[in-house]
C-alpha cells in the first residue's frame, strides 16, 4: 500500500501524524476497490518524494478508517486533502492532477 516516503494513516494515528504535524500533511483518501484510487497512488508517491522533508504524505484507507472519512465528509474517492497547523486547507476531489497538488502543497510548505 504504502511505500516508505508514504505514511500509513489511520483513525488511531491521524491526531498525531496529521493534526498535530508541524510540517503540512498531504492525506489521501482511498479505498482498495478504487479503480481512481489506484490510478491515483504513483501521483501520491510521486509529491511524496518530491516534497520529502517539507510535507507528510499519507494514505488512509476509508473502509478500514471510517470513523475519520466520516469526520472529514468522504462521499467520494479519491479524495486528498492538505492540511496545514491542524487544519483543512485544500481538498481535490476525483483524480487530480500532479501539478494541481504541486502547487498547492509549494503554497502551503512555503508558509
Known amino acids: ?7 500509513e494513516i489511520t483513525d488511531d494515528n491521524f491526531e498525531a501524524e496529521v493534526l498535530q504535524s508541524d510540517q503540512p500533511v498531504l492525506v489521501d483518501f482511498w479505498a482498495e476497490w478504487c479503480m481512481p484510487c489506484k490510478m491515483l497512488a504513483p501521483v501520491i508517491e510521486e ?19 471510517l470513523d475519520t472519512a466520516v469526520k472529514y465528509g ?3 474517492i479519491p ?12 481538498k481535490f ?4 492532477s500532479k501539478e494541481d497538488m504541486a502547487a498547492a502543497l509549494e503554497e502551503s510548505a512555503s508558509v
Open 1 to 7: 500500500m504504502a511505500s516508505d516516503a508514504v505514511l
Open 47 to 65: 509529491l511524496a518524494g518530491d516534497f520529502a522533508g517539507k510535507v507528510k504524505v499519507g494514505k488512509l484507507d476509508t473502509h478500514s478508517n
Open 74 to 76: 468522504i462521499q467520494a
Open 79 to 90: 479524495t486528498v486533502i492538505l492540511f496545514s497547523g491542524g487544519q483543512e486547507a485544500r
Open 93 to 96: 476531489v476525483g483524480i487530480t
